[in-house]
């Protein structure tokens, strides 16, 4: 198979970039050449990778307002992809010690703070 | 100030002057070292022994923003250890302006079935306390026997009570305190506080603070800093400044979050997705909004001088009110948690348990496992509203849902049990979520997702420098930092969402300290506010002990350990070590 089919979530405001006006949700599938990453599901929505927040894939945390590791993040075949708007939020305690791509975990321990802030786009 | 003791066994009352012990005390840490001091931690929590503790904050009464929070403590008919039960509500600032530190309701009318209800109002230099019969509103929805209690009183006043649920002696069953628009809809609603209030033959505390002094601050300059910079925190984050995500799609933002993550509760904790979420979600709310009213509707404050304000309120087509307002576990608990994906039917099952005097939590918890016992169909909303007014009136079947998620699963035979120390579990799955697991499982109050709030990145030192996030010891450490950390902000008199804020804006949690400081005249540092958290546990822990409490009790239920979670297909794998870490080392 050359052709990867990925499963993508748009909430909230971002739902347009999949072609919903209703501000709500939509779900559709994104078909890129095999070796795809994060990158092209961005470039093939022409969604501006700076207005999304918490990203999922396979419900694996993998970024969060202010933290964008995942770019590169090459996909398979079915990958479920969400994409949250920037209002959007998931308090530390909330979702510590949750599934995370290795990229994400390996952002949080490179950090002073290991992660431990609300989002990362924030601190004065 | 004084500490005022309502003794309904005789309808007396007597005004203290506050003890040198809890002159540096306010909310939880008063409440519940009132509770430690005073009630037998054996006693029945609805005999004549418990006692029913409202406490506001220490800052609470004050300018400082999101500052009108209240605790009510007693000994809790649903955990059977001590309870710490928190609302905001106008009814709080109003208690603390009349120099009220706490109010105490203890004893027992020899009489069953006879309620009072008790006025306060300031009157010269002293309150006033008068007792009255309150039978009229008994038996009634909140919705009618609130707008009653104003139109007696007037508008300026505020009230506090219980509804049908407090009545019966439902483990389930909250405390109700008036919204902005006095909406019996703010609860103290965990842990069955209602029925230790209905227990005292006490219908409703209505007070009003026209011409009474304000809260005293030793040091005003001090004090306009502090809450100066605690402003600046909130304008300014994502969060929690105006128009930000709590403001415009409230709580239930977390909803599509936790689906996506595998940790929403869905079915009776029997998977961590649910189809249906993103229709239920604080996006759908926000947009059903719009679309049935026309224009973005952002959200109001639960009390007075809240800047984040993130209580939302869903209208009918018809531009009436469905419910005010639908937080993320009331959202979460009639919504994934049924297999319900109908807004409006979750929106009318909210108002159901403000009308009779439920806790959201514990009755969408409860009707999950009553559905996962084959009561009723999962997703079946008009199912589960019958059963909500079969609570409400009392019926044998309504008294066996009233007993909680807990009773409902012993009484059914149904070991999916989501309960820690018998309190239904919130909106995170443990499987999914491991960090709040622990908190869940440990927390004096039983599961319990208010329990471990953080504020400051520094706390993971008290992990040591290795690997802080991931070694067993650490999650233990972090827990118990987060816990003592939440009861301090519970004891402050600052809603807990200002953690959101703070956690990123450093200076927001100085200016904390720094308002702290100022009411008290004192200069504790960060860390020593931290540790009269931590003293505040241990109270708490020790009441809980002395109740019969074992390590054994801060456990998740056992079915989490062999019961795959999907998506992510997890158990809960954290060894007992783990959760005995957390108060092993306090």
């Known amino acids: 198979m050359d052709q990867v089919t990925i499963d993508v979530w748009l909430y909230g405001p971002l739902a347009h970039y999949g072609g919903n006006e209703g501000n709500i949700f939509a779900q559709i599938n994104v078909t890129l050449p095999k070796g795809s990453v994060l990158r092209d599901v961005l470039a093939q929505l022409h969604l501006p990778t700076e207005e999304r927040g918490i990203t999922f894939i396979n419900g694996n945390l993998s970024a969060m307002p202010g933290l964008q590791p995942d770019l590169d993040h090459q996909l398979n075949d079915g990958d479920r992809v969400a994409f949250f708007h920037l209002k959007s939020m998931w308090p530390f305690q909330y979702r510590h010690d949750v599934a995370s791509i290795p990229e994400f975990k390996a952002s949080l321990e490179s950090r002073e703070d290991k992660g431990l802030q609300s989002r990362y786009d924030s601190q004065k | ?586």
């Not at chain 2, 029913?52 to 009464?61: E, S, Y």
């Not at chain 2, 403590?73 to 250890?81: D, E, M, N, V, Y």
């Not at chain 2, 087509?317 to 409006?344: K, Q, T, V």
């Not at chain 2, 008294?399 to 239904?424: C, D, E």
Request: with cysteine; glycine share 12%.
């Open chain 2, 1 to 586: 100030m004084w500490i005022l003791r309502l003794n309904m066994t005789d309808r007396s009352y007597k005004l203290e002057a506050v003890p040198e012990r809890y002159k540096n005390l306010g909310g939880r840490g008063l409440t519940s070292t009132l509770i430690y001091d005073e009630v037998d931690p054996m006693c029945h929590p609805l005999g004549p022994n418990n006692k029913l503790v409202f406490a506001p904050g220490i800052i609470t009464g004050t300018s400082s923003p999101t500052s009108a929070r209240l605790s009510v403590g007693g000994k809790s008919p649903l955990t059977g250890g001590i309870k710490e039960a928190n609302a905001g509500t106008g009814w709080a600032p109003s208690v603390a302006k009349m120099h009220l530190k706490a109010i105490v309701v203890e004893g027992q009318p020899e009489e069953t079935g006879k309620y009072w209800m008790v006025a306060i109002s300031w009157e010269g230099d002293k309150p006033k306390v008068e007792f009255m019969p309150a039978d009229e509103y008994v038996g009634r929805n909140l919705y009618e026997a609130f707008p009653e209690v104003y139109s007696r009183f007037g508008d300026r006043v505020h009230v506090a009570g219980i509804g049908a649920a407090g009545e019966f002696k439902y483990p389930n069953s909250g405390i109700v305190f008036n919204d902005m628009k006095d909406r019996p809809s703010r609860y103290a609603g965990r842990g069955g506080l209602g029925a230790v209030m209905g227990s005292k033959g006490l219908k409703f505390i209505v007070v009003d603070s026209a011409g009474a002094p304000g809260v005293e601050i030793l040091n005003p300059e001090l004090f306009k800093e502090g809450s100066k910079k605690m402003r600046e925190a909130l304008m300014e984050h994502a969060i929690t400044k105006p128009k930000g995500g709590l403001n415009s799609y409230g709580t239930a933002i977390l909803v599509n979050i936790l689906n996506e993550a595998g940790g929403l509760p869905t079915r009776n904790f029997s998977a961590g997705r649910f189809a249906g979420a993103a229709k239920i979600a604080g996006e759908a709310i926000f947009e059903t909004n719009k679309q049935r009213m026309g224009k973005e509707i952002y959200n109001h404050a639960c009390s007075p001088g809240c800047i984040i304000q993130c209580s939302n309120t869903l209208y009918a087509p018809d531009g009436s009110e469905i419910a005010s307002c639908i937080e993320y576990e009331s959202d979460w608990a009639f919504g994934a948690d049924c297999g319900i994906d109908d807004l409006d039917k979750i929106g009318e099952m909210v108002t159901l348990c403000n009308a009779y005097g439920l806790d959201t939590i514990e009755a969408g918890v409860t009707m999950g496992v009553a559905m996962d016992s084959g009561v009723i169909p999962f997703g079946d909303a008009d199912g589960a509203i019958r059963l909500l007014h079969e609570m409400g009136k009392g019926t044998p079947l309504g008294r066996i849902l009233g007993g909680g998620a807990a009773m409902v699963a012993k009484t059914y035979g149904n070991p999916r049990s989501p309960t820690v120390k018998g309190q239904a579990m919130p909106a995170y799955e443990p499987r999914a979520v491991k960090g709040i697991g622990v908190t869940y499982a440990t927390t004096t109050m039983g599961a319990d997702h208010t329990a471990g709030y953080t504020i400051a990145p520094e706390i993971l030192s008290v992990g040591g420098k290795s690997d802080p996030l991931a070694s067993e010891t650490a999650k233990a450490d972090l827990s118990r930092a987060f816990q003592s950390t939440t009861a301090l902000i519970d004891s402050s008199g600052h809603c807990l969402f200002i953690a959101f804020a703070i956690l990123d804006i450093p200076t927001g949690f100085q200016g904390m300290v720094d308002e702290i400081n100022a009411i008290f005249g004192t200069s504790m540092t960060g860390d020593e506010a931290v540790a009269m958290g931590a003293e505040i546990l241990k109270r708490e822990r020790a009441f809980n002990e002395a109740a019969g409490f074992t390590r054994h009790d801060d456990r998740l239920p056992e079915f989490m350990k062999y019961e795959k979670l999907p998506p992510h297909n997890v158990t809960n794998d954290l060894p007992d070590s783990v959760f005995d870490a957390v108060f092993g080392n306090l």
